[in-house]
């Protein structure tokens, strides 16, 4: 096999030297532009860089292998052409919805641009800012940035807020990222049932790789006087999951896990088919970034969790995850914790609360802009 590459003006310069130099049965392998000459890049000019092959007789005992490499060679090289073509299209489109997005932000009146940024500032989905920001723009044109607004506002966001405060009943699973506070807001709901709701309860812990867990838990059991069990295996944990059935509910706390960790999510997933639980929350800290709190909700799908525990509201004066985490994650948000104390900074998460707080918020942000 015979390869050669060549530089020319344009392919029919190419085929004419290729005909001449490797005969009429070459293949043209590559094409792509180059630029040569000028002085450090300037005053370069285009050319057309070719490369063909063609067959060797006097390596006829090889023949049909180098076709079949020359065929996967034509195939690989197609397909880096055609993946390449795909970025460069998929980079122009996202240019071009920037220089458009840009373009629509202009045309908007002043006071909707401001309260479109509060929106981004917020961290609001950009898909429902751009929609409420429209419904605005419809319904009144200009706005005035005052309480009518934030009322207004309110009334656009609550229809993007979704919601839901079940019954804690059976066997109720808490999973999420290290560090969220998942054992702090079971011990909150714990006091909520054993106080409030006089449950009879029980918490079962999985979470063995932290003994400072193990031990925090234990400690809110043994105040409350609620039976606490150790399980170390999925297995273990079913067996004493059967051991508790008298108990109206039983709380079931598991060990951070890292979403990048296929391992961790795999044993989720396998936590999650043994036991079954009733109820299974995704516990998740409202101070995280978009980009995690979307890796969080993809990969922590594994365990199908029925609902949405935020954290950490106190740690931060950005509101967009009440309305980004249930839109992502198809699931509702059932709870919010507001600080460290047990039982006191937990409420039920209430979609016109909700819904008030980031109308509030967004209008504060356009005022001072």
């Known amino acids: 096999m015979k390869m050669k590459k060549y530089i020319v003006n344009d392919i029919k310069e190419a085929l004419e030297q290729i005909k001449k130099d490797l005969g009429e049965d070459a293949i043209i392998l590559s094409t792509r532009s180059v630029k ?7 005053g370069a000019k285009r050319y057309l860089e070719v490369t063909a092959v063609c067959e060797d007789k006097e390596q006829e005992k090889t023949e049909s292998s180098e076709v079949y490499k020359l065929q996967e060679l034509l195939v690989k090289n ?8 795909i970025r460069e299209l998929k980079q122009m489109l996202q240019e071009m919805k920037q220089m458009l997005g840009m ?8 006071n909707l641009q401001r309260i479109l940024k509060g929106l ?3 961290e609001v989905d950009q898909t429902i800012a751009g929609k409420i920001v429209e419904y605005l723009r419809i319904s009144y044109g200009d706005v005035s940035l005052d309480d009518s607004l934030r009322r207004s506002l309110a009334e656009h966001l609550l229809a993007f807020v979704k919601t839901e405060v079940p019954a804690l009943e059976g066997t109720v699973l808490f999973s999420g990222p290290t560090g969220v506070g998942k054992t702090t807001t079971l011990a909150k709901l714990a006091a909520r049932l054993k106080i409030v709701e006089k449950k009879q309860l029980a918490i079962l812990t999985l979470d063995t790789y932290r003994i400072a867990a193990t031990d925090q838990l234990k400690t809110y059991a043994t105040i409350m006087d609620i039976p606490m069990r150790v399980a170390y295996t999925p297995k273990e944990a079913k067996m004493e999951l059967d051991a508790m059935k008298s108990f109206d509910v039983v709380l079931i706390d598991t060990a951070g896990r890292s979403q990048n960790n296929d391992m961790q999510m795999s044993e989720l997933k396998a936590l999650f088919e043994v036991i079954q639980p009733n109820l299974a929350f995704l516990v998740i800290s409202m101070n995280s970034r978009f980009s995690d709190l979307k890796d969080v909700l993809e990969r922590f799908q594994v365990a199908r969790h029925t609902h949405l525990i935020l954290t950490k ?3 931060t004066r950005t509101f967009g995850h009440l309305i ?3 839109l992502i994650g198809g699931i509702p948000v059932a709870f919010i914790t507001n600080g460290q104390r047990v039982p006191e900074d937990i409420v039920e998460a209430n979609a016109k609360d909700i819904a008030h707080l980031l109308s509030r918020e967004v209008l504060r942000i356009a005022q001072s802009s």
């Open 36 to 42: 040569k000459g000028g002085f450090l890049g300037i």
């Open 78 to 85: 197609r397909e880096k052409r055609q993946e390449e073509e």
């Open 103 to 110: 373009q629509r932000l202009s045309d908007l009146p002043q």
């Open 120 to 122: 981004q500032a917020q």
């Open 313 to 315: 509201m106190d740690e």
């Open 324 to 326: 980004n985490a249930p």
